[in-house]
């Protein structure tokens, strides 16, 4: 009986890289077949697509009596073990729970789990247990690969350059355990070498060229066919046969069929009736649509490798910290001392208001309505804990320390100030015509840092305001005569509040977003880079599965990450959040998970992290900048104004705000808008992340 068959296989890459080119390969039950070749030769493709991991291009492939495909894998998984050339294991699970993790994913009785992993522990050396695979040697790290191809007793074994970086004793060990697993089990192994030397010990051998087989035998029949000593020998010498067009072996129809004189075929009959039970007392034979026991696998290695990952932990709590740090100390504050330049022509020389001042006291030294020097007293209401006073002499040097952005701007004091202030009279009658009330003081100031200017701006009118009171209580007049007959209220927020509440919402839904993305990215890249997304697929487990774990940990970790943001908000952040604090938490769970979606969904484009993290990032950027976080939507274009709006980003700012500073419950449309839309989006990404790993399952 064969046990794999391929007819006729022709497979080409980029429609150029012609690999298998009409291949034909039997391996009968029981036999270790061992299929040698130079590098490059379509070793591995041929062993992906017997797997079904890579498509051929024409042929077919037979593996346990079930036609296999891409589009078609084994009905039979958890008959087949496969080590691939790397190493493809979770750096971060030790030596058991690797095997553990195989068993599980492999639905194996635990008991028997637990025999087996002791069995193969023992033939392998691998006695540390407890070690983490990424604190084992290389030759270490193909043991444990080794050891989870066999964990689940499989009737075919697929062993992709197995004993490379072993020492000669672990080879024989191996090799060994080969022969009495075929002899005894009656497996089936498949097996490339590059030590050609080894390969002597196999049943039958395919030596592969040029995408066919040269020849396909058993190394007893390939001496004495080809009069040589060893199978290097036998390869040369098929390889100048090639050459010259002189060997008959290449022409597959033609090729001697493998003697397989090393196998008891009685006994193979027993034994296949053995094995075959003791794997259905291993597995469960019927695999199901969801099994717990995948599942807890599945969950159990995620939050193992996340919390062995000190980067990777130290993101999960640390982000939120530094992000409501970052909105406490360094948003929405300005400088305490900002650079603002003085030239007062009102009096004599720069120094002269600070001894004038300390001899009247700082109050206006007349009990008449009359003053002198009064822009000292102006210059003194301004307030020198948030502006710094920089005196000049003249108008030009100002002008070029501020335009050489050493101070944020000037005022420059007309020399009749306190003649046009005096000469001003409160019951509003006009003042002399040779005097101008405006320019008195004219202000200078670096637009391009419009945040500084309006509150330079804001802080010299008050300055003026409070100025311009204590000289009406000077002449004993009424100061609300300064009144501005408009006067501002306030049905949300407070006037007086600063720039951190009006950034909050947009900055807050921004980081959250970032974080999820981030943090989902690297989460199923991981897997896909590591190689252990191919094995744990080979094994069974349904893309669903996988998805369905990703999701899971990824909702756990944002549950985190939200219980810190809280902890931080309420010891840090002092705005007031007069809204539901638990909705604003679902309603920040649901942003994260959108932005995980959005991760996973872009993960599976590429598995190069730096083209993740910056498609990541860029996706952010765009959302941002159209999101009314930098500037407000209705200010778009409006073709952006429409894409805005279905951004996961630009709803959810306003729901933020709604909720926190306007105390808008669930009934609100801007609330429930805001979790329709993202669970939206978190359905459209999933769907298609799932689309897009079910159409490219494999990775390369
Ligand atoms: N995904 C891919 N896209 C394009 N070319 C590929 C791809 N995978 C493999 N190849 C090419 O196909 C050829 C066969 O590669 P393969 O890995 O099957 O060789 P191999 O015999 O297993 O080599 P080795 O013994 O070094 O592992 C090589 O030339 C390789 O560059």
């Known amino acids: 009986m064969n046990s ?22 039997t391996v009968q039950t029981g036999w270790i077949y061992g299929l040698i070749g130079p590098s490059g030769c379509g070793k591995t493709t041929l062993l992906s697509c017997i797997l079904g991991m890579k498509q051929l291009d024409e042929g077919t492939i037979n593996v346990l009596g079930q036609e296999v495909s891409y589009k078609n894998p084994s009905k039979f998984p958890h008959r087949i073990g496969y080590m691939p050339q790397e ?31 002791i069995m193969i522990c023992d033939l392998l050396d691998l006695h540390d247990g407890n070690k983490r695979v990424n604190h084992l040697s290389g030759g270490g790290k193909r043991r444990v690969s080794f050891a989870a191809a066999l964990i689940h007793n499989p009737e075919i074994l697929i062993l992709d350059e197995p004993t490379v970086g072993l020492d000669s004793i672990l080879r024989e060990k191996i090799w060994k355990f080969q022969i009495e697993s075929t002899k005894l089990s009656n497996t089936t192994v498949i097996i490339t070498t590059h030590y050609i030397a080894e390969a002597e010990k196999s049943d039958c051998c395919g030596l592969m060229k040029n995408g066919v087989l040269l020849i396909e035998d ?43 004189e090393f196998v008891n075929h009685k006994k193979v009959k027993e034994e296949t009736k053995l094995s075959t039970e003791t794997t259905k007392d291993l597995i469960h034979e019927k695999k199901k649509k969801f099994s717990n026991q995948t599942i807890k696998a599945l969950l159990n290695k995620e939050l193992v490798r996340i919390f062995r990952q000190p980067y990777e932990i130290g993101f999960t709590f640390v982000f939120p910290l530094l992000q409501v740090f970052c909105f406490t100390v360094a948003l929405g504050k300005f400088s305490k001392e900002l650079p603002l330049g003085v030239i007062n022509r009102d009096v004599i020389d720069t120094n002269f208001c600070s001894e004038y001042l300390k001899s009247t006291n700082y109050e206006f030294n007349t009990s008449t309505c009359t003053f002198e020097h009064l822009s000292c007293y102006f210059l003194n209401e301004i307030d020198d804990k948030s502006v710094k006073k920089i ?18 701007g000037f005022i420059s004091i007309s020399s009749n100030f ?31 840092s419009l945040q500084f200017s309006y509150y330079l701006k804001n802080k010299l009118w008050k300055t003026f305001e409070k100025f311009n009171k204590k000289m009406l209580r000077h002449c004993e007049l009424d100061e609300r005569l300064e009144d501005f007959p408009l006067r501002f209220n306030t049905f949300h927020g407070e006037l007086d509040a600063d720039h951190t509440i009006m950034m909050y919402p947009g900055l807050f839904a921004l980081a959250i977003m970032l974080g999820g993305i981030l943090f989902s990215i690297s989460s199923l890249s991981q897997n896909r880079i590591e190689g252990i997304w191919n094995r744990t697929l080979l094994a069974g487990v349904k893309t669903s599965e996988v998805l369905f774990s990703h999701v899971i940990i990824l909702i756990f970790c944002d549950l985190i990450e939200i219980f810190v943001l809280k ?33 996973l969904f872009i993960s599976v484009f590429t598995n190069n992290v730096a083209v993740l993290n910056s498609s990541g990032i860029m996706v952010v950027i765009a959302f941002t900048l159209s999101s009314g976080v930098v500037w ?22 306003a729901t ?45």
């Open 656 to 700: 933020i705000r709604n909720i926190v500073f306007k105390g808008f419950t669930i009934t609100h449309p801007t609330v429930y808008g805001g979790f329709l839309l993202l669970s939206g989006w978190i359905i459209l990404m999933l769907f298609l992340c799932y689309r897009m790993l079910k159409k490219k399952k494999f990775t390369d």
């Open 218 to 260: 058993s190394p007893q029949n390939i001496f004495k066919n080809l009069g040589v000593q060893n199978l290097e020998e036998a390869f040369l010498n098929l390889c100048i046969r090639e050459n010259t067009g002189n060997n008959k072996n290449s022409l597959n129809d033609e090729r001697p069929q493998c003697s397989h």
């Open 391 to 408: 005196y000049y002499n003249s108008f030009e040097e100002a002008f070029d320390e501020a335009k050489a952005a050493k101070t944020f």
């Open 87 to 117: 190493t493809a294991l979770v750096p971060e699970l030790t030596i058991k729970e690797t095997l553990n993790y195989f068993g599980n994913i492999y639905q194996m009785n635990p008991s028997l789990m637990k025999q087996r992993l």
């Open 4 to 25: 794999i068959e391929v007819r006729g296989a022709s497979k080409t890459y980029d429609s150029k890289t012609l690999v298998l080119n009409g291949l034909n390969l």
């Open 418 to 448: 306190t003649d046009v202030m005096s000469q001003r009279k409160f019951d509003w009658q006009p003042i002399s015509e040779n005097f101008s009330y405006s320019n008195q003081i004219s202000v200078y100031l670096d637009h391009t």
């Open 632 to 653: 407000p939507i209705e200010g778009l274009h409006s073709v952006l104004k429409y894409f805005s709006y279905i951004t996961p980003l630009t709803l959810s700012i």
């Open 567 to 599: 902890i931080a908000t309420i010891f840090l952040l002092k705005s007031p959040i007069i809204g539901n604090q638990l909705l604003l938490g679902l309603f920040c769970l649901v942003l994260y998970m959108a932005g995980n979606s959005i991760g």
